[in-house]
């Protein structure tokens, strides 16, 4: 009955009357369980139970007498207070899966040192409000999951004895002091380690040996220092890889790319440094698409030759709706039982101007978040050729020169912040080929000219602009004179866009203008012959000196 649009009130004794049930599945409905029975019940013996978003606000009572039960899902309910130490006793020999997740628990009746559940696979306490330290799972245990809650203290290293542990999630937690070193136990089998927003210190440790199995490696918003091991390269699976939001003091790490199934890189707000050199070859990072170096302390040219060679950042499809995750698979023989897991990985990055969680990746989202560095120069054309980037954020850096007209070839991008540098010149009228583009900010550089007018430059707010006070326009309370506010029609060069059609004057005054221009060409050309400019400087001034031979050159 899960997965429907059933409402109302039911009693549990009601299906508990029936003695040869044994799968109950109420989940994904509008109903409302009753789950006190009665005292005199005789219940029958399950297999599976499930009960997710029921409004439970406690542990069923029939379930202390269950034997048999394979799999116990009582996720997202009102359950809250201690988890009860016959759960742990009840069908220990037979459970499987066991769902807590989303609810209000606080902590254990009677902790155990180690659950006793001795087949169980997977374990979900997640996302509710537990307190003390980790629990240690059965030593059976293959997914464990337990973020998001207030656990606190560090890891014990009975944790290490769970040799088959596939998923480590306990991030968003309390949990402090290092890595433990037997982590290394976990070479064979290891494929998710997520230690998110914790408090672990010291260096990251050198746990990483050849042949692991790691896909995702999550240490950000913790407290480690020290370098980036480089044993990490061993990880020849790895996807994802977060150590932000430490206190590493490294340069790049440069031979990352020889992992060529890495797809995202964050390593922001810490303190790397120095300049990022060539790339060794031109199949470094192959599959990357997502790189967060800001808030450090990078200096030197943008690295414009990585641009060239990012394959994955080009002609992404955006249209794809499948997300970044790890799939596990595991078989209870003795039960004849298979449990597909798949795991959704996350992020947090600064995304339009604003922190935001990711709770799923999609697998064509393209980020490029260098600012807040000191990155100097220009920004060089290579970047043109990331044709699937979807936000480019280069902002509070040292940045000169102009905007590169080719971003207005980045059909793709949705949010584009250049703000905070010395950039120049005008704002290219190409940008406004960026059909889809929600955020734009160029605000405290010195711009000048006009603000291009039409397409999403009519959705985007004036503080977008603010600090450059050579820019005019609609959004500004600095107006722009019709011949500046005009927009080419199509690619002619700014020289051309000065020209005025003839038809606008009358064919007396052109022939006057040039009678004027042909006298001004012979003086010229006699200056030239007799290589003596001063003549022309002391009647004209030294700024009109070339202006006129360009005119005739255009006559």
């Known amino acids: 009955m899960a ?29 409302s369980v009753l789950s006190k029975t009665s005292p005199n019940a005789s219940p029958p013996r399950l297999i599976k139970l499930r009960l997710v978003s029921r409004n439970l606000t406690s542990f069923p009572d029939f379930l202390r007498n269950q034997e048999g039960l394979q799999i116990l899902d009582l996720s997202f309910n009102h359950l809250h207070g201690l988890i009860p130490k016959w759960l742990w006793e009840m069908s220990k020999k037979t459970l499987l899966l066991i769902n807590l997740s989303h609810n209000s628990l606080t902590s254990f009746e009677e902790p155990p040192l180690i659950l006793p559940c001795t087949n169980l696979i997977r374990l979900n306490i997640g996302n509710n409000m ?19 809650n207030s656990l606190e203290g ?51 440790p050198r746990i990483w040996r050849s042949g692991n199995k790691l896909h995702l490696i999550n240490l950000g918003r913790n407290k480690f220092y020290g370098q980036v091991p480089r044993s990490i390269a061993r990880c020849t699976l790895l996807q994802y890889l977060d150590l932000g939001d430490n ?16 797809r995202v890189l964050i390593l922001r707000s810490n303190g790397f440094h ?12 192959p599959e990357l698409h997502i790189i967060d170096l800001s808030s450090n302390m990078f200096t030197g040219l943008l690295p414009s030759k990585y641009f060239k060679i990012w394959n994955a950042m ?27 897991m798949v795991y959704n990985y996350s992020m947090t990055l600064t995304n339009k101007g604003v922190r935001t969680k990711f709770t799923q990746v999609s697998e064509v989202f393209t980020v490029i978040d260098f600012s807040c560095n000191r990155f100097q120069g220009e920004i060089p054309d290579s970047i043109g050729n990331l044709k699937g980037l979807q936000v480019l ?14 971003i207005g070839s980045l059909s793709k991008l949705e949010a584009l912040d250049l703000s905070c540098n010395k950039l120049v010149g005008r704002i290219p009228w190409q940008l406004k080929q960026l059909n889809i583009l929600a955020v734009f900010n160029v605000s405290h550089n010195h711009l000048t000219g006009p603000i291009p007018q039409g397409g999403q430059f009519n959705t985007f707010e004036s503080s977008s602009f603010d600090g450059n006070l050579g820019l005019c326009g609609n959004l500004l309370s600095i107006k722009c004179e019709d011949s500046e506010a005009s927009s080419p029609s199509s690619s002619t060069s700014e020289e051309h866009e000065d020209l005025v059609p003839i038809s606008h004057f009358g064919w007396k005054v052109v022939l006057m203008g040039y009678g004027f221009v042909m006298v001004i060409g012979v003086i010229i050309s006699q200056i030239t012959i007799k290589r003596k400019p001063h003549w022309f400087i002391k009647i004209f001034g030294v700024k009109q000196w070339k202006r006129p031979i360009k005119s005739v050159a255009r006559w």
């Not at 206190?247 to 890495?262: A, E, H």
């Open 3 to 31: 997965s429907n649009n059933l409402s109302g009130v039911v009693k549990l004794d009601t299906f508990l009357e029936l003695k040869n049930l044994e799968f109950l599945r109420l989940s994904n409905n509008k109903l």
């Open 130 to 148: 537990l307190r003390g330290s980790l629990p240690i799972p059965p030593l059976s245990t293959v997914i464990y999951l337990v973020s998001n």
């Open 154 to 204: 560090e890891i014990s290293p009975l944790l290490c004895n769970v040799s088959f542990l596939q998923v480590l999630d306990v991030s968003y937690n309390n949990l402090s002091g290092m890595i433990p070193q037997c982590f290394t136990n976990f070479r064979k089998s290891l494929a998710i380690l997520d230690l998110y927003a914790n408090n672990f210190s010291g260096p990251i």
């Open 247 to 262: 206190q590493i003091q490294d340069t790049f790490p440069s031979w990352l790319g020889v992992l060529q199934n890495l």
């Open 274 to 285: 120095g300049t990022i050199g060539a790339p060794r070859s031109d199949s470094v990072f």
């Open 314 to 340: 080009r002609n992404l499809s955006a249209e794809s709706l499948t997300y970044m995750h790890f799939i596990s698979t595991v078989f209870a023989v003795e039960y004849n039982y298979k449990y597909r």
């Open 393 to 406: 954020n280069l902002s509070n850096n040292l940045l000169v020169g102009q905007i590169p007209l080719v």
